[in-house]
């Protein structure tokens, strides 16, 4: 794996973190709020889901909306909401708000402001429980682990 491809698997697993709050790879499975599962991943599960006084289609370990991954499928971008179809989704995510330049050089500084519309539990989102002081602690454990044999 390269630099580049250490601090993007990093980033994807903050964003992970800071969506769920755990480490754990079940996060692929959760609808909105963290209560409820899905088990069939051919395709976005499309449940809308009442948590915190909110309703949500979203789902999985990026909370992307259905509408976003319609989209995508459409695109061909995606085929399923499967976990690698899910990487890719958010990878493409990354790309569009113009923040995978700076994750590859592991600039989260920057990338954060312009991706906390799209993952509002990001430092600084209308939803985040998280400081960029964290954030950065993390990221850094995220390189550290994922730059390991």
Do not use: C
């Amino acid at each position: 794996m390269t630099k580049d491809d250490i601090n993007v698997a990093a980033f994807l697993r903050l964003i992970r973190f800071a969506e769920h709050h755990t480490d754990s790879d079940d996060v692929y499975f959760l609808l909105y709020g963290g209560q409820q599962r899905f088990t069939d991943t051919s395709r976005h599960p499309d449940k809308a889901v009442t948590a915190w006084g909110r309703t949500s289609t979203a789902a999985g370990a990026y909370q992307i909306l259905y509408a976003t991954w319609k989209e995508a499928k459409e695109r061909g971008i995606v085929t399923d909401f499967s976990k690698a179809s899910q990487d890719k989704l958010a990878m493409e995510k990354l790309r569009s708000r113009h923040a995978l330049g700076y994750i590859q050089q592991g600039d989260i500084d920057h990338a954060i402001p312009l991706l906390r519309k799209e993952w509002t539990s990001l430092p600084g989102g209308s939803q985040s429980k998280m400081t960029m002081e964290e954030a950065r602690r993390l990221f850094s454990r995220y390189v550290s682990e994922a730059g390991k044999p």
